[in-house]
């Protein structure tokens, strides 16, 4: 039971202008309801794929030249068009990248400030004097210095001592 080729082609026509009168009246309401105006929209708006739209020039067009007329229920004081949102959303995208990095310089400065302080506080850091402190080092060389000279000396007069010890012993023992 083979439906005639004649009745199938009616019966494709009839489909596509039932979905074309889908599409216009859905861009109707849209347009209408003030809503963004593209062909997804539109599309989904109809119950139809994109690719219908996109088939027919004069369905495409009709959409592109909606999508560009302002709202009808806007009135031109308060009227935004799109290319200021998009402008608006941008701007806002940018300041949003700007605030994200200078927190993340913050957070590391904080960061650096705490770790600095608890290696302060753990008493591994550095002390606070430096000078003080390289002036004390100093001054215990110039002793440490002072002392081997001394010794020095002294490790002298100690082997005169053997020596003559020596000597006397020597004496002593003839």
Same mark, same amino acid.
């Given at each position: 039971m083979s439906a005639s080729p &004649?009745?199938?082609? *009616?019966?494709r026509a009839a489909d596509s202008d039932r979905r074309r009168n889908?599409?216009?009246k859905a861009l109707d309401q849209l347009t209408a309801a003030g809503e963004e105006i593209s062909v997804s929209s539109v599309a989904r708006a109809a119950g139809v794929h994109r690719s219908l739209i996109h088939r027919h020039g004069d369905l495409h067009a009709a959409v592109i030249a909606r999508a560009g007329q302002p709202p009808p229920s806007t009135t031109a004081g308060t009227q935004v068009? *799109?290319?200021?949102?998009? !402008? &608006?959303? !941008?701007n806002l995208t940018a300041r949003n990248g700007r605030l994200s990095a200078h927190i993340t310089r913050l957070e590391r400065r904080l960061s650096e400030a705490l770790g600095q302080t608890a290696w302060e506080a753990s008493g591994l850091g550095a002390p606070a004097d430096i000078e003080t402190l390289t002036h004390r080092i100093g001054e215990l060389e110039q002793q440490v210095f002072d002392l081997r000279r001394d010794l020095a000396d002294r490790d002298g007069d100690l082997a005169a001592a053997r +020596? +003559?010890? *020596?000597?006397?012993?020597?004496?002593?023992? *003839?």
């Open positions: &004649d009745h199938l082609t *009616r019966a889908r599409v216009l068009s *799109r290319k200021s949102l998009l !402008a &608006d959303v !941008a +020596a +003559a010890n *020596r000597e006397l012993m020597a004496q002593v023992n *003839r």
